[in-house]
């Protein structure tokens, strides 16, 4: 039985820590602050933003902006990023929208005239408004201390004088150099240099996405003597309300692209769309599990889920099971199942639809649902009965039921090369000073596999509104202005209303998977915080992907090879379909915890994927 550490035999103490004798890298551990991200460069970019007397806000919003240059194939500044920050001064913790809307002109009507039976998950039709700088700038401005010119100092430089390709990075562009070359000649300019895919530590640059960081310095430079916050405005603007914005628009107005629906189809999203979009700070949702207060996103991401998941499972005694033996990988995996069916039936803007989430998180629910963890591994998907009976619309395939509800026929699937859980896309971030200020931020969309890179801004728009359903009777359906409801989740944890924890991974679908499996072996198994991290994980895809072409694969469980053989067996014998992925594949796991009695911030990063990192001081 694993227990080499536990918060509840030990509370806070760092004494009743003792380290493993093996982890793939150290726990770094500081006081002055901590900061992990998916990029070593971002990283030390966090960091560097710490040392200048930045706070965690800070440090994380430079690392999202180095991220977004860093990983192009993961996430870019035309994307979203979802954040959890808790706030040392209010005592408070928010959620951070950074989740673009729809735009007004790209509706289910439009998509019934034009015989679009999934949106697709490439070019300008699942295009929502970029949410990165809305985002960052209600964060920096409300919770942080510095100027947008400091915290996109170091992005500027990156971009400009160039860093090196890596391995990951240099398989994503190879993979796609045919699409650039033939599609996107924009995105070859930049990163197939010469028409040919860059070699692993040759120096890229991009200085056209420098130009575009440095139009919003000079706009926040003319509005200093305002202030602080009205120079972050001005910033903000000149990417929604300017120059920026405009180009967008022209861009993908006049250079219709091949999509996924098999036409070339011109963007929607309009100047209007981008100069009405606001980034919002919101209430998150929170589960209290033994002592510990989890907070996600609100459920325009697919963050309740883990709350869900936690609800389920706090009626079985984990420990007991024992750590990724048979009984407790079943039970996490069906509990699982029934969780993410209740987030594809009933989870949405919460703007446009009623989530009903008192219920779904209420005890009397979640018994009814553990009732349903049997022996075997069910086949079925089993949304839970809200008092009403299941939806038709959630018994049947995503594309089946579009196609009902659009009164049109099917169009032939394209293959996008990505796989259910978009293994490869999105990024994560984490801070913590010493204050207790906390974020998690997970990066994503404006990736470059899927959009061309608008000429002369250096970055792509995103693909998130594929995760929209066209049955308007549905949560989640497609409606001008609305924020489709995204995988992105990152977690924060407080105990006793003190900062305790921060932490996520990459991995779509998977994200509330893994990074629930870490959660348990910290709490439950008392591992030490990068062992926890490097744990082997599985997944399942037994529902709909949430991203095009939403193929569920009833049954199926990914599991990294690391898993005992014996046990993968017996979740065969199970009825589990057990597919092996290589032993260090899922997922790029990151956390930090703050020791509120101590002053200890301890940080670490999964070495899953090379490149992700953890500094602190």
């Known amino acids: 039985r694993w227990k080499r550490r536990s918060y509840l035999e030990v509370g806070d103490e760092v004494r009743g820590v003792s380290m493993p004798e093996f982890t793939t890298r150290p726990t770094i551990m500081g006081t002055r602050g901590v900061v992990t991200s998916g990029h070593y460069l971002a990283t030390a970019a966090g960091f560097r933003i710490m040392e200048q007397g930045g706070n965690a806000i800070d440090a994380a919003a430079t690392m999202c902006f180095c991220l977004n240059l860093l990983e192009p194939q993961s996430n870019g500044i035309g994307g979203e990023v979802p954040t959890l920050i808790y706030s040392a001064k209010e005592r408070r913790t928010f959620a951070v929208s950074g989740m673009g809307w729809s735009p007004k002109n790209f509706t289910i009507e ?22 990165v700088v809305g985002a960052w700038a209600a964060a920096v401005s409300r919770f942080g201390t510095m100027s947008f010119s400091q915290i996109l100092q170091p992005v500027i430089e990156l ?38 895919v860059p070699e692993v530590g040759q120096i890229i640059r991009n200085p056209d996405f420098g130009k575009s960081m440095r139009i919003m310095c000079d706009a926040e430079v003319a509005a200093k003597s305002q202030g602080r916050v009205a120079g972050i405005e001005a910033a903000r603007d000149a990417f929604y309300k300017g120059p920026i914005a405009k180009r967008i628009a022209e861009f993908i107005r006049e250079n219709p692209v091949m999509d996924a629906s098999g036409e070339a189809h011109a963007g929607l999203l309009s100047e209007e769309d981008m100069a009405e979009w606001e980034a919002t700070i919101e209430q998150p949702v929170t589960y209290e599990y033994k002592g510990l207060d989890v907070y996600k996103c609100p459920p325009w991401t697919q963050g309740p ?3 869900q998941q936690l609800a389920i499972l706090k009626g079985f005694d984990l420990q007991d099971q024992g750590h990724n033996t048979t009984e407790y990988l079943h039970t996490v995996i ?8 209740d987030r594809d039936t009933y989870y949405g803007d919460p703007l446009f639809d009623e989530t009903p989430l008192g219920m779904l998180l209420s ?11 049997g022996e075997k591994a069910s086949m079925e998907f089993r949304p839970g009965d809200l008092g009403g009976g299941v939806p038709d619309y959630a018994l049947a395939s995503v594309a089946d039921d579009n196609r009902r509800a659009l009164g049109i026929g099917a169009r032939d699937v394209q293959d996008l090369g990505f796989d259910h859980a978009h293994v490869g896309d999105t990024t ?30 250096g970055f792509p728009l995103g693909t ?12 989640n359906a497609l409606a001008p202005h609305k924020r489709p409801r995204a995988t992105l989740t990152p977690s924060l944890v407080m105990k006793d209303g003190e900062p305790y924890m921060v932490f996520g991974t990459p991995g779509g679908d998977a994200q509330d998977q893994w990074t629930l499996q870490f959660f348990l072996n910290y709490v439950e198994f008392g591992m030490e915080l990068q062992e926890a991290l490097d744990a082997p994980t599985v997944h399942s895809v037994h529902f709909p992907s949430s991203f095009y072409p939403r193929e569920a694969f009833a049954g199926r469980v990914f599991a990294e090879s690391r898993l005992d053989q ?41 070495a899953k994927g090379n490149i992700g990192y953890a500094l602190g001081w």
């Open 110 to 131: 439009w998509c019934r005239e034009n015989g679009v039976d999934l949106i697709p998950g490439d070019g300008y039709l699942p295009a929502t408004v970029p949410g």
């Open 159 to 196: 971009a400009e004088n160039g860093y090196p390709v890596y391995q990951r990075m240099h398989d994503r562009l190879e993979q796609f150099s045919e699409r650039f070359l033939s599609l996107y000649p924009t995105t070859a300019a930049i990163y197939l240099p010469g028409g040919k």
């Open 305 to 307: 889920v883990f709350l």
């Open 334 to 341: 069906e509990s699982a199942k029934l969780a993410f069916a």
């Open 363 to 373: 005890e009397d629910y979640s018994v009814g649902r553990r009732e349903l963890v």
């Open 428 to 457: 994560h971030l984490d801070a913590v000073d010493s204050e207790g200020n906390m974020v998690a931020a997970t990066p994503s969309g404006g990736w470059l596999g899927t959009s061309p890179i608008i000429e002369g801004l």
């Open 464 to 475: 998130r509104g594929q995760m929209f359903y066209l049955n308007a009777e549905r949560p």
């Open 566 to 606: 014996e046990v993968f067996s017996n979740m065969e014998g199970r009825g589990h379909e057990m597919v092996k992925n290589s032993p260090w594949q899922h997922g790029k796991l990151m956390a930090i915890r703050f020791h509120k009695d101590t002053g200890l911030i301890e940080g670490a990063v999964s």
